[in-house]
């Protein structure tokens, strides 16, 4: 339909430079919920600010499965249920490492400020309920992670 059409012509946009929108994604993330930061560590060592964290390689590699499984997303739109068990588990290992299911509205509002950022007037409402849409179902898997 006419809503598939939109999010793929939009996250053609986005998906050549990955970690350069990631970056306004976390960058506005940790803006909205900088409780979120502490929850990035890796060998044990916690940031001391957003900027040490945007710039880790670590982190950097986490930006690019974020937008990784986006692709996923993005490519099944017509089958999105061969996704479901996948996002479960990725759901439990968020929920392991201490992230709460409700941070995912956050995430959500981040990857629109994102989205208008990179495509400027071709935001438009219809894109906007498009990406609502699909980023609501990828959460509804991942947040079946945490009931389990
Ligand atoms: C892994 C945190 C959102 C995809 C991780 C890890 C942490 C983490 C600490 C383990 C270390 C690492 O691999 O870098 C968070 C936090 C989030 C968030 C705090 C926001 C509140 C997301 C979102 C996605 C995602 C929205 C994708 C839609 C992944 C993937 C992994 C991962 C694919 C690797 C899992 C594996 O090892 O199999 N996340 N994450 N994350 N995250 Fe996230």
């Known amino acids: 339909g006419g809503q598939r059409a939109l999010i793929r012509e939009s996250w053609?946009?986005?998906?050549?430079?990955?970690?350069?929108?990631?970056?306004?994604?976390?960058?506005?993330?940790?803006?909205?919920?900088?409780?979120?930061?502490?929850?990035f560590q890796y060998n044990c060592k916690q940031f001391a600010s957003p900027q040490e964290c945007l710039s880790a390689p670590e982190f950097l590699d986490h930006i690019?499965?974020?937008?990784?499984?986006?692709?996923?997303?993005?490519?099944?739109?017509?089958?999105?249920?061969?996704?479901?068990?996948?996002?479960?588990?990725?759901?439990?290992?968020?929920?392991?490492?201490?992230?709460?299911?409700?941070s995912f509205s956050?995430?959500?509002?981040?990857?629109?400020y994102m989205l208008e950022k990179c495509l400027g007037a071709a935001f438009s409402p219809e894109v906007q309920e498009a990406w609502s849409k699909l980023y609501n179902s990828v959460v509804k898997a991942m947040q079946r992670g945490w009931e389990t």
């Open 12 to 39: 053609r946009r986005v998906s050549g430079s990955p970690v350069q929108h990631g970056l306004v994604l976390f960058t506005r993330l940790f803006d909205l919920d900088p409780d979120l930061l502490p929850l």
């Open 106 to 112: 956050t995430v959500g509002e981040s990857l629109l």
């Open 64 to 102: 690019r499965k974020v937008m990784v499984v986006i692709d996923a997303a993005v490519s099944h739109l017509e089958n999105l249920s061969c996704l479901e068990e996948y996002l479960c588990n990725l759901g439990k290992k968020h929920q392991a490492v201490g992230v709460k299911a409700e």
